[in-house]
């Protein structure tokens, strides 16, 4: 197993730096054979790569999680060496304690677990204050030790430092930042340094479009070439944030940057967002059980990437002409609030 840096979540919970995203079997990136992606998580679990986040709305996440989770304590006597982070997304509605427990209880039976590593709770509607209740006695579950660490997906400075505020400890907020979505680094990132919480990341890779097969390409389009829901959301991120011919000049760059450590451009957009003050981790996609689909080595080597000040001004000396998506956009999870 290699040795993977881990980092320290407020509750004491430890997570590996680079995440494994279940996301990608949530179905929106084709089918999965849930057999194939047990025996895949334990590829993973080898190298080192042991954390593993999911949600109750990514189709069977919870329940591969919860497979290999049960046969690994059949096959060892064992708990398995992995930290399941998980999610809950309702749609705004009663929000009353047996609302929550029965929510709870259901990722704590797919998963085949006694207690959650990690809840990030999502909610749609700020509008709808019925969040505060919700988090309100997901905190007294934690107390009752029913879940590790209690932590938010999604929610923007404003709506954090009011749950804060409340005296809810939180723990991580799991959002969106990578070369081409700096927001975090708007507001959010000052915050979360001042109440040690840690930002947890995806888009990080662009949905695969930050690496070596989208160089000197042309401009993806339609359905046959933006083929998975990541590549389509992460497309249009592009548009936004200055265009293919801006972003052409953005991977050229990271090219030239990963040839000179000898790594591969999602080494560079990886490493570079690791390094932002206030990121524990980043997550990375894995679809498993799709042959061909395993990028684990090449994650690994995103560990021994050392950016130099050379390589920071040459990345930067792109990003200030591209727009700014904190304006544009809103502040972390606007786009999923319309």
Not at 23 to 35: F, M, N
Not at 273 to 290: E, F, M, N, S
């Amino acid at each position: 197993m290699s040795v993977v840096p881990r980092v320290r979540l407020s509750g004491g919970l430890e997570v590996c730096r680079v995440l494994n995203g279940l996301w990608q079997v949530s179905g929106a990136h084709g089918t999965v054979d849930p057999v194939k992606a047990v025996e895949a998580m334990d590829v993973y679990v080898r190298s080192g790569l042991t954390s593993f986040d999911m949600a109750d709305i990514y189709g069977p996440a919870e329940e591969i999680y919860g497979n290999y989770y049960s046969q690994f304590k059949s096959r060892y006597g064992e708990i398995p060496p992995v930290q399941g982070l998980t999610k809950w997304v309702p749609r705004p509605g009663p929000m009353d304690r047996k609302v929550v427990e029965k929510a709870i209880k259901r990722s704590l039976s797919r998963m085949q677990v006694d207690s959650l590593d990690c809840l990030q709770f999502h909610y749609w509607d700020y509008s709808d204050k019925r969040y505060l209740e919700a988090l309100g006695h997901l905190s007294d579950m934690q107390q009752e030790g029913i879940i590790r660490e209690l932590s938010l997906t999604n929610f923007d400075t404003q709506h954090l430092e009011e749950i804060v505020d409340k005296g809810i400890r939180i723990s991580s907020n799991q959002v969106q930042y990578s070369l081409i979505d700096q927001r975090p680094a708007a507001r959010m990132e000052e915050f979360c340094l001042k109440h040690n919480i840690k930002l947890l990341t995806y888009g990080t890779l662009g949905g695969g479009l930050l690496s070596e097969r989208y160089l000197n390409h042309a401009e993806p389009k339609g359905r046959a070439e933006l083929y998975t829901a990541s590549l389509s959301k992460y497309k249009n991120m592009v548009d936004s944030w200055g265009g293919w011919d801006l972003f052409q000049e953005l991977l050229a760059v990271l090219s030239s940057v990963a040839k000179r450590h000898g790594c591969s451009i999602p080494n560079v957009a990886t490493r570079y967002i690791l390094d932002k003050p206030a990121v524990g981790g980043v997550i990375v996609g894995c679809r498993l059980g799709v042959q061909g689909a395993e990028h684990i080595q090449d994650t690994l080597q995103s560990f021994k990437v050392e950016l130099s000040p050379q390589d920071l001004s040459d990345i930067e000396g792109v990003l200030k002409r591209s727009r700014d998506l904190m304006s544009l956009i809103g502040d972390c999870g606007a786009e999923y609030r319309g």
